[in-house]
């Protein structure tokens, strides 16, 4: 008999999915898990002046939830060659709400960071296991329509997070943020009934790989947000050992055979920056809005609100558009879109809270075009047996590049101490003008790329 083909063994899998009740109820999932990430950043004026916390402080409670999701989320990524999806499912789900009613009945900043951190590890199995799942199974013409769904729950998720965050914190205290998240317990017996149940296999997983990847970032967010020398240093022979480490183990935590891709390397790229510039603005606007306009949490969310909720409805026209006419104009669109959001945050947000509502409507389209567009092109690009790898490896750089803006965010926010709140966010955005340019770049650079190697082959 011939070797099984990647097309026969994707016309087998497709016969136990049921894309009909996945790819919505996965979308509503990475709702909740969005808004479990939005919800603390218009909580955060509230929750650094009751712990007494400093902006670069208050920042951690979201860098530090960004470093562990993107840890976690290769992690799940990973563990899908070796098990089976649906129990890692209930796994995260399990998790996420037990650490939930941890942080209801936290009353110190301690406490409060543990319940955070492990409700990363839980909220990392949906986006990371679902861009897998959705490779895995969907053909690709209609993959486009599906990673969209994603990203339409995302942006709900980005907008809903603000509202119902500032409504919470406004009248019932920022603890009952944990409990919204709680609600995904309710979504998991769809899992369990409509994700197929796969082979186990004996799992190689590199623990010591995964480490070194978190001692690295860490080290390097350490040095950036209080410039001291020694986390450098660390995360510097860190990085080290890691490169090492990948290169002498036969199942490492990083293909190192990924990163050599040229190709890869910039679609990662893409995802840093668009996670970076989302992510900065989303711990940054709510600061903007509480502090040079004076607006009440519940305020804030709803000048959020709007962009992202047609961003969410936008979304599903955004995979149609991908599945008909290709990936490369919806990146091209979203980064545009990214750089007139930043040029509009940098002139006009901070004359009116409605140039900070339509800033961040072109910023929230810019976003989740790219990413959608992005995420696709990498299912696309990979080989069957990297896509496990590859698909974790783009979450984890990306929720790194998050995690990255949100910490240089707060950091270029204490440097400016004394300086009006309305000319520091101003001077933020004018340096996050040269990000969207860099995306447009690269993406240049790869449609080139791929064009030479389309021609080559005939």
Known sequence: MGA????????????????????????????????????????????????????????????????????????????????????MVLFG?????????????????????????????????????????????IPKERRGSAMSFIASGTSLGFGLGPVVGG??????????????????????????????MEETKSVQFDFAGSLLVAASITGLLLFVTTFAPWPLFISLI???????????????????????????????????????????????????????FHRSPLEIGLIIFPGAIVTAFASRKIGKIIDRFGN?????????????????????????IYGVLISYFFMSLGFSSLTASNSNEISQYLPMEYMGAGMGMSQLVGFFGGAFGVG????????????????VFQHIYLGLCLLPLISLYLLGKYDKRTRGLMKSQF
């Open 4 to 87: 099984i083909s990647d097309i026969e063994i994707l016309e087998t899998r497709e016969k136990a999915f049921n894309e009909k009740w996945i790819v919505p109820f996965w979308s509503l999932a990475a709702m909740l898990v969005v808004m479990n990430t939005t919800m603390f950043n218009v909580a955060l004026p509230r929750v650094a002046s009751e712990f007494s916390l400093t902006p670069t402080v208050a920042s951690w409670i979201v860098t530090a939830y960004s470093i562990v999701f993107g840890i976690s989320t290769i992690t799940y990524s990973r563990l899908t060659d070796f098990l089976p999806i649906r129990k």
């Open 93 to 137: 789900a399990l998790l996420l709400v037990l650490s939930s009613l941890l942080g209801y009945f936290a009353h110190t900043f301690i406490l409060l960071m543990t319940a955070r951190i492990f409700q990363a590890i839980g909220a990392a199995a949906f986006p990371g296991l679902g861009y897998v799942l959705f490779s895995r199974y």
């Open 167 to 196: 409504a919470l914190t406004q009248y019932l205290g920022w603890n009952f943020l944990f409990v919204m998240t709680a609600a995904v317990l309710f979504i998991t017996p769809i899992f369990n009934r409509h994700v197929p």
């Open 238 to 292: 860190t990085m080290g050992l890691l490169w090492r480490h990948i290169n002498r183990t036969r199942s490492p935590f990083i293909h190192p055979e990924l990163l050599r891709r040229k190709g890869f390397r910039q679609l990662l790229s893409i995802s840093f920056t668009a996670y970076f510039i989302h992510f900065a603005t989303l711990f940054a606007m709510p600061i903007l809005l509480a502090q040079v």
């Open 328 to 352: 490369g104009i919806v990146s091209r669109w979203g980064a545009g879109f990214l750089l007139l959001s930043v040029v509009l945050f940098a002139t006009i947000s901070s004359l009116s």
């Open 408 to 423: 240089i965010t707060g950091m270029l926010i204490a440097l400016q101490k004394g300086t009006d709140m309305a000319s």
